[in-house]
């Protein structure tokens, strides 16, 4: 069967590695999902985003999965840098709630070089 | 162009009084929101703005807590007999109409003594 990540509140990787964070989301009726990333001391910025009518969506470096099913989302970074260590955010939208997020519990990454 | 802002950055108020926070959203971006982030935990929503009017204002805690957005830009977040418990960051955040991607200040760090 398909295996679905455990959200983990920390991550650490060695830079160059790629990195997956994972985030469980609650609302079926979410039309919308968005990854942002935090750094310390600064709001969330928006990394990559993609409809509930998507199952994956590329940028640079990072790729974003939604599995509907078992309502999971997940965001790749190809060749970690030490400049992506932060907090990563998922967050959920529905069209109904006009852009009023709710997010998930963060991820911390850390990059060591 | 300017990002959004908000200030002060840092507040620190005792038990009891009452504190104004200031958000200057992106100029053009018609909806703006109010967040707010404990420590180690994501942005919970408080309120949001269409315009000069609060579309959605529950996610405000109790009655406390209030917001205006009198001209349609800048918004002020208001709060009447704090509690050790309303330590936060409260992060204010703007959108364009249409668009899903929220643009988030730097957040203000209110600490009640």
């Known amino acids: 069967g398909e295996s679905v990540g455990l959200h983990l509140p920390t991550l650490s990787v060695q830079e160059g590695d790629n990195s997956i964070i994972n985030c469980a989301y609650s609302n079926s009726a979410s039309d919308y999902f968005i990854w942002y990333k935090q750094e310390s001391g600064k709001g969330p910025q928006f990394i990559i985003d993609i409809r509930s009518n998507m199952d994956k969506r590329q940028g640079q470096r990072v790729t974003v999965l939604l599995n509907k099913t078992v309502k999971h989302l997940s965001l790749q970074i190809a060749a970690t840098q030490p400049g992506d260590s932060a907090v990563y955010f998922c967050a959920e939208l529905s069209n109904t709630n006009a852009g009023k997020s709710t997010f998930g519990d963060g991820t911390t990454l850390t990059v060591k070089p | 162009g300017a990002g959004v802002s908000q200030t002060p950055s840092n507040k620190v108020t005792e038990k009891g009084k009452y504190v104004e926070l200031r958000c200057d959203p992106i100029s053009g971006h018609t909806a703006l929101y109010w967040y707010r982030q404990s420590l180690g935990q994501g942005p919970e929503f408080l309120i949001y703005f269409q315009g000069t009017g609060a579309a959605d204002d529950s996610g405000l805690p109790n009655d406390r807590f209030f917001a205006v957005r009198p001209e349609g830009s800048v918004s002020t977040l208001k709060i009447q007999r704090t509690e050790r418990g309303d330590s936060a960051v409260y992060l204010c955040?703007?959108?364009?109409?249409?668009?899903?991607?929220?643009?988030f200040g730097p957040g203000t760090r209110l600490t009640v003594t």
């Open positions: 955040a703007s959108l364009r109409r249409a668009k899903y991607e929220q643009y």
